[in-house]
């Protein structure tokens, strides 16, 4: 698996720890390299996915407590999209690609190899 960097990769790792995730779970894998791969998510990784009960929290992108850029509720919806299939208004090639940076861009697209195993090397622990 590319990783963005070695932080990026530490980070995911701790995730997929934390969260007990299956080594074939290409869905939290997706989601979770997104997370990783983006500080401002990373910090608020506790309101975008429930360790204790392993699911998302959809409701973090309308909850007042914690703000998010447009770039990260793009990046979230698109983790949560891929994770179970999640959707609401704003779901949409075009609104979630169009304000990432080259960056998140670059952790989208593979994000999307990851869930549908293209592209990928096995992920080690």
Request: contains cysteine; hydrophobic residues 35%.
């Amino acid at each position: 698996m590319v990783f963005l960097s070695s932080k990026h990769a530490l980070k995911f790792r701790e995730l997929i720890k934390k969260d007990n995730t299956y080594p074939k779970d290409s869905e939290r894998h997706a989601l979770f390299y997104i997370i990783a791969g983006n500080n401002d998510l990373y910090k608020k990784r506790n309101f975008i996915y429930d360790f204790k009960n392993n699911s998302i929290n959809p409701e973090c992108l309308t909850d007042e407590r914690v703000d998010f850029s447009t770039s990260s509720k793009a990046l979230i919806r698109l983790g949560f999209n891929l994770y179970n299939n999640f959707k609401d208004d704003y779901i949409s090639p075009m609104n979630i690609f169009y304000c990432l940076d080259r960056e998140n861009y670059s952790l989208a697209t593979k994000a999307i190899d990851i869930r549908f195993e293209r592209n990928i090397e096995k992920i080690e622990y």
